[in-house]
């Protein structure tokens, strides 16, 4: 059997031109057959709409990153309608959540506008179908949750999750993806989602060029550690790798839409600073 692999989520703009260009050269020879390239901010969300036309094996999401100061109304304006733009060749909405590491770094940081954002954000899924990929963790989590069903969302990603069993119930009760990074080999609580996240609901992630620790310590963010992660998932859930990867990678292609028709099509000139 083969054993393909898609990543879920990876900041492709963020490598440098070397570093993005060896990726791409290697997927092939590592059984990489897709990147989910999420974005930071309009520029970002330019660069992977540009990186698709490229090469069809990114499949760009658009977004704002919520670990970052409040965006302006007109940045704002300007990713709505890049995606409005370009929705029929779009991936998905992301990534876009709540900023729970600035406030740890700054405890008096306001939610409100935060929320703001992401709700807009969660509207335009509605509008548009896409998937929304979610930067939701610990606590956040459950007030993501609370936007995503006051809209009736129901094909969401949070991905590389991290929180409580009870929020994890919910968003697996809800039909939500979760996805986990190489981290997985080494972090117990990553360890604990993948043994309650059924197979059907799971995805595997880099999150690069985020870096990881031990066997990966020193080691560039590469798309084929995800072979190591799905190794490690079949042995925590004590099951056939062939299995694991099947059907990761099925549910993968499925949830984003990877091949099918939504896929063909981007607007030819992006609006925005790119």
């Given at each position: 059997m083969n054993r393909r692999v898609i990543d879920a989520h990876i900041h492709l703009d963020m490598y440098n031109d070397d570093e993005r260009a060896l990726i791409l050269k290697e997927l092939e020879g590592h059984s990489v057959d897709a990147l989910v390239a999420v974005s930071n901010d309009l520029a970002s969300s330019c660069r992977q709409l540009e990186f698709a036309r490229i090469d069809s094996r990114i499949k760009p999401?658009?977004?704002?990153?919520?670990?970052?100061?409040?965006?302006?109304?007109?940045?704002?304006?300007?990713?709505?309608?890049?995606?409005?733009?370009?929705?029929?060749?779009?991936?998905?909405?992301?990534?876009?959540?709540?900023?729970?590491?600035?406030?740890?770094?700054k405890p008096k940081l306001k939610l409100a506008a935060y929320v703001e954002v992401l709700e807009?954000?969660?509207?335009?899924?509605?509008?548009?179908?896409?998937?929304?990929?979610?930067?939701?963790?610990?606590?956040?989590?459950?007030?993501v949750c609370d936007l995503l069903e006051a809209h009736s969302i129901t094909h969401a990603h949070f991905h590389w999750f991290k929180g409580e069993d009870a929020v994890l119930q919910r968003i697996l009760a809800n039909g939500y993806m979760v996805s986990v990074t190489p981290e997985v080999l080494y972090r117990e609580k990553i360890q604990r989602v993948v043994e309650q996240t059924p197979l059907s609901q799971l995805m595997v992630e880099t999150d690069g060029p985020w870096p990881f620790e031990e066997r990966f310590s020193g080691h560039m963010t590469h798309p084929s550690m995800m072979h190591d992660s799905i190794q490690k998932i079949a042995d925590i859930k004590r099951m056939n790798e062939d299995e694991v990867y099947q059907s990761i990678y099925e549910t993968t292609k499925e949830f984003y839409w990877i091949d099918k028709k939504r896929n063909i099509s981007l607007s030819d000139k992006p609006s925005g600073n790119g």
């Amino acid at each position: 059997m083969n054993r393909r692999v898609i990543d879920a989520h990876i900041h492709l703009d963020m490598y440098n031109d070397d570093e993005r260009a060896l990726i791409l050269k290697e997927l092939e020879g590592h059984s990489v057959d897709a990147l989910v390239a999420v974005s930071n901010d309009l520029a970002s969300s330019c660069r992977q709409l540009e990186f698709a036309r490229i090469d069809s094996r990114i499949k760009p999401a658009i977004g704002w990153h919520p670990e970052q100061n409040v965006p302006g109304e007109e940045e704002i304006q300007a990713i709505l309608k890049l995606i409005d733009e370009n929705q029929h060749g779009l991936t998905a909405i992301g990534e876009v959540g709540l900023p729970y590491y600035l406030r740890q770094e700054k405890p008096k940081l306001k939610l409100a506008a935060y929320v703001e954002v992401l709700e807009t954000f969660i509207r335009k899924a509605a509008h548009t179908k896409l998937p929304i990929v979610l930067h939701a963790v610990y606590e956040d989590a459950e007030v993501v949750c609370d936007l995503l069903e006051a809209h009736s969302i129901t094909h969401a990603h949070f991905h590389w999750f991290k929180g409580e069993d009870a929020v994890l119930q919910r968003i697996l009760a809800n039909g939500y993806m979760v996805s986990v990074t190489p981290e997985v080999l080494y972090r117990e609580k990553i360890q604990r989602v993948v043994e309650q996240t059924p197979l059907s609901q799971l995805m595997v992630e880099t999150d690069g060029p985020w870096p990881f620790e031990e066997r990966f310590s020193g080691h560039m963010t590469h798309p084929s550690m995800m072979h190591d992660s799905i190794q490690k998932i079949a042995d925590i859930k004590r099951m056939n790798e062939d299995e694991v990867y099947q059907s990761i990678y099925e549910t993968t292609k499925e949830f984003y839409w990877i091949d099918k028709k939504r896929n063909i099509s981007l607007s030819d000139k992006p609006s925005g600073n790119g």
